[in-house]
Each structure stands twice: as C-alpha cells, then as structure tokens.
C-alpha cells in the first residue's frame, strides 16, 4: 500500500491526502517541482519533495570507457562519511521548515491587519457622523429664525347667553427670514407662543376681556391661530356698532 502526502499550497492551506502514484505524475507533469513542500501521512512537519527517497530521480546509466576492468568489489563508506550525510540532510530540512512557519506567521499577520484596519474604518465613520450631527444641531440652535403675526382677523357669531357673544380670532404665525443651510437643513423653532388682546382705541386694553397665551406649532416656517372667546354683550355690541373702534392685538409673547 503505497504512503498518502498532504501538499502545502501558497496560501497555507492544505490540499490532499494524495496517493503516492499522483505526486509521480504531478511531478512528470510539472505541476511540482522537488522544491514543493509536502508532509506525509505519517510525519507533522512539511520537507522539499526531492527530500523524500521515493521520488528520487531515477539513477543514469554512466558507460564504462574501454579499456579501464570494472573493480572487483566497491569500498565501503566509513561511519563518519555516513553521519556527516546525514547532518548534511538534517542542514538541509531546517530551511524548509522555516519556509512553512514564515508562511504561517504571514497568514496570521494578514488577517490581523485586515481586522484593524476594518475596525479603524468602521470607528471613523460613526465619529465622523456624530460630528456631522452635532454640527448641525449647533448651526441650527445659533440661527433660530424670528417670527411676526400677520393676517389677523375678528368675528363675531351667535350669541352664546344671554350676556355674552362668541368672537372668533384668526391669525398666522410667519417667520421673518427663512435660515437654511446646503447640508444642514432648515433652522426653525418648534413652538412659539402670541398674546391677544382686546384694544379700544384711546382706551387701551379692554380689562373685562382677557386671553390666555396661545401656543402655535410652526413648521416650514408658519403657523395658524385660531381662537374662540366669549366676550360681554356690551363689548360686542361696541365691536358691531364702530367695527373700527376696538381691535385685536396680537403679538409674539416668546418663542421657544
């Protein structure tokens, strides 16, 4: 039964096990070289094929030159040519096995880098888009936009009582300059919050009429007023008589 052989391929892997009679046309077809490193079945560490007895090249017949007798018996090799042999092959695998754990630490270094640099990437992009965000929130809290009442209007419906009628108040909300920025959106304010009130002229503020603030919600810059009072009969009666003689003011309290 003929020995079976893993091949160490360049990226470190292992490729087999592989039949003995398949390394033989591997290396006839000049798909390994006796440099290629291979570890039999049987052994832990990987050795140049051309280390391995069974793949040696088959010895060439030298001819014998005419005339010279072939001696009678060959001398045999002393003990110490044989050791120094021996050493010479031992000499000879260290390299090879060198070659196998530089592959190795390679491998493993490649992997490490791969992963830092990933990490290193993946950190960079949240730092960068947290800045981006705080960016944007400073910009915006810097440039909050101011705002006016505009359009405002009265109306008087059904009487509600006997001593009072109902008066309806609309109005907008607009901002005075719109503030927007090309990466960082628009700045505006979430709320703002308008004090109404009921004037009679040369009279000033009507005390029997009181409003409470009204907040607005504003978005893409405006927003709407909308509010229902009920008001004396003598007040609305004075409204209805002379429509110029008490007016609504409104006007923006705070914003926020």
């Known amino acids: 039964m003929t020995a079976a052989y893993f091949i160490l391929q360049p990226d470190g892997t292992e490729a087999g096990p592989v039949p003995q009679e398949q390394i033989v046309e591997f290396l006839h077809a000049g798909q390994l070289g006796r440099q290629s490193l291979l570890r039999r079945a049987d052994l832990a560490e990987f050795f140049a094929l051309g280390t391995y007895p069974e793949f040696a090249p088959p010895p060439v017949p030298v001819p014998r030159p005419s005339g010279i007798r072939r001696p009678s018996s060959m001398p045999r090799p002393s003990p110490s040519s044989i050791t120094r042999h021996h050493r010479t092959g031992l000499d000879a695998q260290a390299p ?40 944007a929130a400073r910009w915006r809290s810097e440039n909050l936009p101011s705002y006016e009442v505009a ?75 909308h509010v229902t009072k009920n008001i004396p009969l003598n007040v609305a009666a004075t409204m209805i008589a002379d429509p110029g003689k008490i007016k609504v003011d409104a006007r923006i309290q705070y914003e926020k």
Do not use: N
């Open 151 to 225: 359009e405002v209007q009265s109306k008087l419906t059904e009487t509600v009582s006997d001593t009072e009628r109902e008066l309806i108040i609309t109005g907008e909300v607009r901002e005075k300059e719109k503030k927007e920025h090309p990466e960082y959106g628009r700045a505006e304010r979430q709320e703002v919050y308008v004090r109404l009130a009921l004037k009679m002229e040369s009279l000033g503020e009507i005390p029997s009429v009181r409003f409470p603030l009204e907040k607005v919600l504003v978005r893409d810059g405006k927003g709407s007023i």
């Open 96 to 135: 090879i096995e060198g070659q196998g754990v530089l592959w190795t630490v390679l491998v493993v270094f490649s992997v490490v880098l791969v992963w830092c640099a990933k990490v290193g990437w993946d950190r960079w992009q949240e730092s960068a888009a947290s800045s981006q965000v705080a960016q």
